[in-house]
């Protein structure tokens, strides 16, 4: 009995299958232009290549609430850099209100509303705090994505996508837009687009969230030329901060002494 | 007769896409062919939540969590129902959650006094009676039966149960 076909019955069965697919349109388009990664690269080795400098970032974080409202959260940092060991971030702003140091001997997260710090010793380069605070004590350093040498390596990693969308306007500067995806994450940079090719802006979208919530920085006030006085890296308690300890990734609990 | 069969196979599998597609908890076991759809979503909702947690610092000790979520579990259905009934009212509605949560807020307090929590258990707000005191020179918050060292658990604040010594 012939009724129907295989083909048919296995249209069928797709059709009803299908139903219960959730719609995500994602072309499986591997596509990388050169000209996107190389202006990547440019940037990434002339921001590697900057002796010190100091930035404004505005970071916009993406929620949903537990009633399924979208909230975005802001968060202002001022950076500042002196390769290869000094690094100091001050945040302001809703979820956070944080100042973080490193001096290339100790690092230092400071909570100026609680009046509390912590101080923990750390690696002697900026690359190797940066990979201790993130694997030892789960913290997260502002931009530090686009600090490290190698950060160009880290970026494309396993990308199979990656666009020149165009050019915009971000803050005055004409800004070359660049998109680039890869397993789980999307990731659009605008690159400055002068002599000087700095990161304008910088959106990391997670791809793996049905709301494709997205993290977003944007870039201003660029100095690297900026006036640094090396002991602003250290953290000098001021009276009534209390010491406390980080809860370390790699021990569970604190442990009293 | 070919053309009968066909539309009686065919209607059949069009009321399961329905039901599929409309009341994904109602579908019959064997619609769930779909691993990859349950496994995306629950990814997904587990993303969020993670992020969420790790942004907002809310990361509780296992057995806290459990006990906070039976008791809070009625309370949110309520919330959620007046939201659902006073969607026009919005001040009247945002009134009404946040004196739940303040509500919820203050039964999980309660509870977090009076149950002697595991060492190592970490919340991110202090039950709301502490006192502050030192012991060898170390500030703990003692709150109700349990103590509480202050740390911070990547970029947030967070209290740490601890036994004094």
């Known amino acids: 009995m012939n009724v129907l076909s295989y083909r048919e019955i296995s249209v069928l069965l797709a059709l009803a299958l299908s139903a219960g697919v959730p719609t995500v349109i994602r072309a499986q388009t591997f596509t990388v232009d050169p000209s996107a990664t190389q202006q990547l690269k ?13 930035v404004h970032t505005q970071v916009t974080l993406e929620d949903v609430t537990d009633f399924g409202h979208r909230v975005d959260l802001d968060v202002s940092a001022s950076i500042i850099i002196k390769r290869p060991n000094k690094l100091l971030a001050k945040r302001k702003g809703d979820p956070i209100d944080q100042t973080f140091f490193y001096n290339g001997k100790t690092l230092t997260l ?5 009046k509390v710090y912590a101080t923990e010793p750390a690696p002697e380069t900026i690359e190797g705090m940066l990979d201790y605070a993130r694997e030892s004590l789960d913290l997260i350093v502002p931009a530090a994505d686009l600090i490290y040498p190698n950060a160009y390596d880290l970026l494309v990693q396993d990308i199979d996508f990656a666009i020149v969308v165009g050019k915009t306007v971000i803050n005055g500067k004409t800004c070359s837009h660049l998109l680039f995806s890869r397993p789980g994450v999307d990731f ?8 000087k090719p700095l990161p304008c802006k910088y959106v990391v ?10 993290v977003t920085t944007v870039m201003s006030d660029w100095n690297l030329a900026p006036v640094i006085v090396d ?5 000098t308690p001021p009276k009534g901060t209390k010491p406390i300890e980080f809860i370390r990734l790699d021990t569970i609990g604190i442990t009293t002494h | 007769m070919k053309y009968i069969i066909k539309i009686a196979v065919f209607i059949p599998l069009a009321a399961l896409m329905f039901i599929a597609d409309i009341t994904p908890n109602l579908a019959p076991p064997y619609l769930q062919l779909f691993p990859e759809a349950v496994a995306w979503t629950d990814q997904g909702a587990f993303l969020v939540s993670r992020r969420r947690m790790r942004r907002r610092g809310v990361i509780v000790g296992a057995s ?3 006990r906070r979520d039976a008791q809070a579990s009625s309370q949110q259905q309520q919330q959620e129902s007046t939201i659902a009934q006073e969607q026009t009212a919005t001040a009247k509605q ?10 919820t807020a203050k039964q999980q307090a309660a509870t977090a006094e009076a149950i002697l929590l595991p060492e190592g258990t970490v919340v991110t707000t202090l039950p709301p009676t502490c006192t502050p005191m030192q012991v060898s020179g170390v500030e703990y918050q003692h709150c109700g039966v ?4 202050t740390a911070f658990q990547g970029n947030n604040l967070v209290y740490v149960t601890t036994h004094p010594e």
């Open chain 1, 110 to 114: 400071y909570n100026p509303g609680d």
């Open chain 1, 231 to 235: 002991n602003e890296f250290t953290f």
């Open chain 1, 205 to 214: 979208t997670d791809t793996g969230n049905p709301g494709l919530l997205s």
């Open chain 2, 146 to 149: 349990n103590y509480y060292r």
């Open chain 1, 188 to 195: 659009q940079v605008w690159v400055a687009d002068d002599s």
């Open chain 1, 42 to 54: 440019q940037m990434t080795d002339y921001l590697g290549s900057l002796k010190q400098f100091s």
């Open chain 2, 64 to 66: 806290v969590e459990k």
């Open chain 2, 94 to 103: 945002q009134a009404a959650t946040a004196q739940q949560q303040a509500a």
